[in-house]
């Protein structure tokens, strides 16, 4: 048993010259109703006139164009998987890991 | 720069009906952003069952299995056959030209006609070493 009059380790670290200091020395944070939460910061704002400019870009173009301009996006992300051996290897396994059917069995007949 | 289009290629190549529908459909119609495959809703019939069949065999299709390869860390690769192609209504393959899905349904609507997606479809022309190619918006 220890000594019921000792005070609690947390306290003792704190203590100043061996006594508890007077006020504590950290408040647990709580939000109150006037102050801002994480639904209030969102990026959402921002991101609509980005989203509109997008759109208004790929709207101007043929659709010929739009599938060239996806060729661009889809070499532009195969170069950087390239240079990154681990993210390649971890894009195939996931990859193959939601694609997968069991292969001991019949194809499914209504799909995965 | 031309777009990638050699799945979509060999299967009119091999006249197997078919719409273009998830990432590509979603750039031609407006939205511009990468994709990991090509997803096609094809219209069943025992000869576009055959074609199909031959198209695959031409990208050296494979469909994938649970079984882990020891050399390579990745689940085993199975050829597509005859009976693949009839049982599954859903392929999910890997192929010398990337990722293709074949649905013979509409994603979202398995009992619905196949059909119903070519009412939602526009014809792309222009595109290199092919016919015009429906692309439909779908879930």
């Given amino acids: 048993m220890g000594d019921p009059q000792r005070p609690p380790a947390r306290t003792r670290r704190l203590m100043v010259a061996g006594k508890p200091p007077a006020e504590p020395a950290f408040t647990l944070f709580a939000y109150t109703a006037d102050m801002s939460t994480d639904a209030d910061i969102s990026a959402e704002p921002n991101l609509r006139p980005r989203d509109r400019a997008l759109r208004a870009h790929g709207l101007a173009l043929s659709p010929r164009e739009r599938l060239v301009e996806m060729q661009r996006l889809i070499d532009e992300a195969w170069a950087l998987l390239e240079k990154n051996p681990a993210g390649k290897a971890h894009f195939l396994k996931r990859n193959f890991k939601a694609r997968r059917i069991p292969s001991t069995q019949e194809p499914p007949a209504n799909g995965t | ?139």
């Fill in chain 2, 1 to 139: 720069m031309a777009p990638d289009l050699r799945a979509l290629t060999v299967l009119s190549q091999h006249h197997v009906p078919f719409v273009v529908i998830g990432g590509h459909a979603v750039n031609a119609h407006g939205v511009l952003r990468a994709t990991e495959d090509t997803d096609v809703v094809w219209l069943r019939s025992r000869e576009s069952e055959g074609n199909l069949l031959r198209a695959l065999v031409a990208i050296d299709a494979h469909y994938i299995g649970n079984e882990i390869d020891p050399a390579t860390g990745i689940e085993r690769t199975y050829p597509v056959t005859e009976a693949f192609v009839r049982a599954s209504r859903l392929m999910m393959l890997c192929t010398s030209v990337g990722f293709l899905d074949l649905f013979d349904y509409v994603p979202g609507f398995p009992h619905e006609s196949a059909r119903t997606i070519w009412e939602s479809a526009m014809e792309i022309d222009g595109l290199p070493e092919m016919p015009p190619v429906s692309m439909a918006l779908s879930s």
